[in-house]
């Protein structure tokens, strides 16, 4: 069965460090999102991308965060300058079609230090 | 602006006995309505949908759901727990034609006890 895999699982990096989370979504998908979840915190949207464009992005989504589809199977999101608020647990998804399901990759723990 | 508010953050309950998780949501277009499962150190696993249709669903694993419009909400039931199902629950819902992202509940942690 297809699945969403992210790497790395756990990245540990010092303030204003630049990170990179990778993802590769579900290879027929379309639509491709990031979430994050600060611990103990519900799961907050980041932003959404289709045809290699940002489609819709949240407040937190500012301008430390980047994302791209560098080729045909990468997803990735881009802190540029990470802070300790920045430590979450971020989660990859997609979907054939907005409105269906969004199935989830196993997530990145990012801890700032 | 839309929100998810599931009312019970822990619900703690013994194994074969009933269980039912409320979530509420507020919206003012329509909405797709989601409840996703996350098991310890997992990722987010969908659980069941309401797209249209019945509103009454159900998943493999014997959860069911209802869709109740004019009290917008989708609570989800078991009518006998497992151990197994103990894990964090997530209701979620998107926005009918609009962009697809998905707005969260805080989510309840499901504790079954022998």
């Known amino acids: 069965e297809p699945e969403v895999t992210q790497t790395p699982s756990h990245q540990v990096t010092q303030m204003g460090q630049e990170v990179i989370l990778r993802c590769v979504p579900i290879?027929?998908?379309?639509?491709f999102y990031w979430y994050r979840q600060i611990l103990g915190q519900k799961v907050e949207f980041l932003v959404s991308?289709?045809?290699?464009?940002?489609?819709?992005k949240s407040e937190i989504f500012d301008d430390q965060f980047s994302v791209e589809r560098p080729d045909g199977s990468n997803f990735t999101l881009k802190i540029r300058s990470t802070k300790l608020e920045d430590s979450a647990m971020y989660f990859c998804?997609?979907?054939?079609?907005?409105?269906?399901?969004?199935?989830f990759g196993p997530g990145t723990r990012l801890t700032v230090l | 602006a839309q929100s998810v508010t599931q009312l019970d953050s822990q619900v703690p309950v013994f194994e074969e006995a009933p269980v039912e998780l409320r979530c509420n949501y507020s919206?003012?277009?329509?909405?797709?309505l989601f409840w996703y499962v996350q098991y310890p150190n997992q990722g987010l696993q969908l659980l069941l949908k309401?797209?249209?249709?019945?509103?009454l669903v159900e998943s493999i694993n014997g959860f069911e759901a209802e869709f109740n419009k004019s009290q917008t909400s989708f609570h989800l039931r078991k009518p006998s727990v497992h151990i197994s199902d103990t894990a964090e629950y997530f209701c979620?819902?998107?926005?009918?034609?609009?962009?697809?992202?998905?707005?969260f509940g805080q989510g309840t942690e499901l504790s079954v006890k022998p």
């Open positions: 998804a997609s979907n054939r079609r907005v409105g269906n399901e969004q199935f």
């Open positions: 290879s027929n998908h379309l639509y």
């Open positions: 991308f289709y045809n290699n464009e940002i489609s819709e």
């Open positions: 919206s003012s277009v329509s909405v797709y």
């Open positions: 309401y797209l249209s249709g019945s509103t």
């Open positions: 979620a819902v998107s926005l009918y034609n609009q962009g697809g992202k998905l707005i």
